[in-house]
């Protein structure tokens, strides 16, 4: 009897947040359009500059608003050419920046069908090689530095990365071994965080003789913390795993190294372990994003659908859909809260009497809604469709050892991802821990979470 009032309980529960959720995702999607008409005015008032947006029933305005040329292929696949700073380059992206369905966005496909029809044009446009070649040449390393943009944070720190020894790599906080540094560790936070998350937990616990052994680096991820935040990336996987390479692995003459990545992290982590696949000793995943795409299902989309499923329970995934779903509101939700992150950070200093651990702050804060919107949908939607072929890499040309995290009450990432991880990579070692959700499986035990990963790499060492 007990059981089946609880059962009755769960299922009018799930019931309740399925009606709430619809009825407030209907109301946000009719704000987002306004607030993408509001944006259009201002963008145009205060950068002279009439801003397109993903918003469009098609995403060839919105790239061509940003300098960017739309490649149409026969495999159907999205590509672009950017123009940057330094160089052009083809980049794929992520179709779920520019396809979200909603209500307003389905009457909105509609009226642009019947309109095309009418009008007899086509949605799409072929750039050949040649042409590209020759835009190469003519454009490419003309472009100035991008500059913040007005709903962003102009502060010192924000704008940091604008200086000229700044603007081409990452920000890295490097520690331990100095000189005769037998192993190298490469730590990958996760989304809207910063290398804080592993600086200010794990870098103080770790033993003294780890210390002396292992040379660590953290970086901040393009688009977050004190690195570069440019206007006119894309915020793709190569363009993140590159920045690595450049700011970490080159300079520093890294040949093999441990990795140790969370949530988004670990998406960078597996590209990076197939990109170098016998140089990684160890691969130590927290919450990896994992899920299996299902037959018939476009990766993408499905993606998108599971890490933001537009509910409003739990916060986390409400707060996860916010981010991913609305353009427009989760870049009110930056300007609100980014731009003025340093009014944030007193009023939470003051109320908690300098209790807050404000590294957590930082990583929230320091970001633009370009560089989160764009890695969001390029990295963790965009390369659903490549995971597979990345997991296949790592069973079967890497030898090291793999080690998954995963906090038992973890409500963003369930811990089925990495059940499902495992069951693609037999190898890997999954530890549940207990009573932790996807923040606190490091912070709040980082002293343990230390010594942990003293073991896997001491195992790892021949």
Request: with cysteine; charged share 20%.
């Amino acid at each position: 009897m007990k059981m089946a009032v609880q059962s009755g309980a769960r299922m009018g529960g799930r019931l309740v947040n399925e009606i709430l959720s619809f009825l407030v995702f209907s109301v946000l999607d009719v704000v987002d359009v306004i607030l993408c008409y509001v944006y259009k005015v201002a963008d145009f008032f205060i950068e002279a500059e009439w801003k397109a947006c993903y918003c469009s029933s098609s995403a060839n305005e919105t790239i061509a608003g940003r300098g960017k040329i739309v490649v149409s292929e026969a495999t159907g696949e999205s590509k672009i050419v950017r123009l940057t700073c330094t160089k052009m380059q083809l980049e794929e992206i992520s179709d779920t920046l520019y396809t979200r369905p909603s209500l307003v966005s389905a009457v909105s496909n509609s009226t642009a069908i019947r309109s095309s029809k009418r009008t007899g044009l086509r949605s799409s446009f072929t750039v050949n090689s040649t042409v590209i070649e020759m835009l190469q040449g003519r454009i490419g390393g003309q472009q100035t530095l991008p500059v913040p943009r007005w709903s962003d944070c102009n502060c010192k720190t924000c704008i940091s990365w604008t200086a000229s020894s700044c603007r081409d790599t990452l920000f890295v906080k490097v520690d331990g071994a100095r000189e005769n540094a037998g192993e190298d560790v490469v730590f990958i936070h996760g989304f809207i965080s910063s290398s804080s998350f592993w600086t200010e937990t794990l870098y103080p616990n770790f033993s003294k003789s780890a210390k002396s052994k292992y040379r660590l680096f953290a970086v901040d991820l393009l688009g977050f913390g004190r690195s570069p935040k440019p206007t006119d990336s894309l915020y793709t996987l190569r363009e993140h795993l590159d920045m690595i390479q450049r700011s970490v692995l080159d300079p520093y003459k890294v040949k093999s190294f441990h990795i140790v990545a969370h949530s988004l992290g670990c998406i960078l982590a597996l590209a990076l372990a197939v990109k170098h696949p016998s140089a990684i000793k160890s691969l130590t995943l927290l919450a990896p994003p994992y899920f299996p795409t299902p037959k018939g299902e476009a990766a993408t989309q499905y993606m998108m659908r599971r890490v933001a499923p537009r509910r409003v329970w739990p916060v986390i995934a409400f707060g996860a859909s916010m981010a991913c779903w609305y353009e427009h509101i989760s870049r009110t939700i930056c300007l609100v809260i980014c731009k003025n992150h340093r009014i944030w950070e007193f009023l939470t200093k003051l109320l908690t009497r300098n209790r807050m651990r404000t590294y957590l702050m930082e990583g929230f804060f320091l970001h633009t809604h370009y560089a989160a919107w764009h890695t969001l949908h390029n990295v963790i939607c965009g390369t659903a469709g490549k995971i597979e072929t990345y997991l296949d890499d790592v069973k079967n040309r890497l030898k090291c050892d793999i080690t998954i995290f995963h906090g038992r009450n973890d409500e963003l990432i369930p811990l089925e991802c990495s059940y499902n991880l495992q069951s693609r990579i037999p190898r890997a070692h999954v530890k549940v821990v207990e009573n932790e959700d996807h923040i606190t499986i490091v912070v709040g035990r980082q002293e343990a979470f230390a010594r942990e990963l003293e073991a896997i790499w001491r195992n790892a060492s021949p």
